[in-house]
């Protein structure tokens, strides 16, 4: 069983991986060892109504699972880096569907289109 928390984007699918990859690219370390991060895919049936509820229009959503609990250190770090590259204004992330995980601080995310 894995840690699990979803990131709800503002940005489309194409803009959205295309910052998944620069996360992939940019630390394998996390994103291809302790870390699933699963490419982004279009909002379920619930997906927007939950979205908004955390504060933001999300277009699609993807995952960010800890596969290895021995290396539970890295999932704080890496979440402060996927807020940074998204940007604050563009992705809210959420662990589970239940609460979301709030940036360490605002920021505009990398100039990635």
Do not use: N
């Not at 699963?38 to 933001?56: H, W």
């Not at 402060?80 to 239940?98: A, N």
């Amino acid at each position: 069983m894995s840690i699990s928390y979803f990131g709800h984007s503002a940005l489309d699918i194409t803009r959205t991986r295309r910052r998944l990859e620069h996360l992939r690219q940019a630390r394998p370390d996390w994103f291809s060892g302790p870390l699933e991060l699963t490419d982004a895919r279009p909002l379920g049936p619930f997906g927007a109504e939950i979205a908004r509820e955390f504060g933001i229009e999300a277009q699609c959503i993807f995952g960010l699972h800890l596969r290895d609990k021995t290396q539970i250190a890295a999932l704080e770090p890496a979440l402060d880096f996927i807020y940074e590259v998204f940007g604050t204004e563009h992705v809210v992330m959420s662990w589970e569907m239940d609460r979301v995980r709030p940036a360490a601080a605002p920021g505009p995310g990398l100039g990635l289109d």
